[in-house]
C-alpha cells in the first residue's frame, strides 16, 4: 500500500526557514548579544552535527534498501546507526540545521520557525509514517517504538 503523497519534509523545512527569514527581516529579534564570530562557531559545529547524524541515517536507509521518501512503502525497519537513538533522524537532522542557521544569523524568529518545524513534522509526517510501520511491521515496530524515542 503506498502512502498518500504529502509535502515533503524538506519542503517544511524550505517553508519554515522562510518565513522565519521574513520575520527576522520585518522585526529582527536576537537570541542574546554575541559576536557574529561566536554564532557562526556555533552554527558550524551544530551544521557538523546534522551532518554526520543526516549521512549516517541516509547510509543505513541506503544499506537496508529502504527509500527515504516517506511516500514510499518502507521495505525494512532500519533500527541500527542513528536509528538506535531516535527514530528520527533525518527530521532531527533538518531540525538541527535549522537551529544552526539561527543561531549564525542570532534569530529568535528562526529558532521559533525551527520550533515550527518540529511541530509540522510531528503531527503531519511522522504521525502518517508511524501508522505505516505499525502496519508493515507489528510487534517489531511496536517494540522499536518503545525502545526509542520519537526524537531525542
Not at 527569514?21 to 520585518?26: N, P
Not at 554575541?34 to 554564532?39: E, I, K, M, R
Not at 531516535?86 to 529568535?108: D, E, F, H, Q, W
Not at 517494540?143 to 520519537?150: F, L, M, P, Q
Request: charged share 20%; net charge positive.
Amino acid at each position: 500500500m503506498k502512502i498518500q503523497k504529502i509535502v515533503p519534509p524538506p519542503v517544511l523545512f524550505l517553508l519554515c526557514l522562510i518565513a522565519g527569514a521574513i520575520v527576522h527581516r520585518r522585526r529582527p529579534l536576537e537570541l542574546a548579544p554575541y559576536p557574529f564570530v561566536a554564532g557562526v562557531m556555533v552554527g558550524c559545529v551544530l551544521l557538523s552535527i546534522a551532518a554526520i547524524i543526516g549521512g549516517w541515517a541516509l547510509r543505513d536507509m541506503r544499506s537496508h534498501r529502504t527509500p527515504i521518501e516517506p511516500w514510499e512503502d518502507p521495505r525494512q525497519l532500519v533500527t541500527s546507526g542513528p536509528f538506535r537513538v531516535t527514530r528520527n533522524p533525518l527530521y532531527v537532522t533538518l531540525v538541527t540545521v535549522l537551529l544552526a542557521i539561527a543561531v549564525m544569523v542570532n534569530s529568535l524568529w528562526l529558532i521559533a520557525s525551527a520550533a515550527l518545524l518540529v511541530i509540522l513534522l510531528d503531527r503531519i509526517i511522522i504521525v502518517r509514517e508511524e501508522a505505516i510501520l505499525g502496519r508493515t511491521f507489528g510487534v517489531d515496530y511496536d517494540d522499536y517504538k518503545r525502545r526509542v524515542r520519537r526524537w531525542i
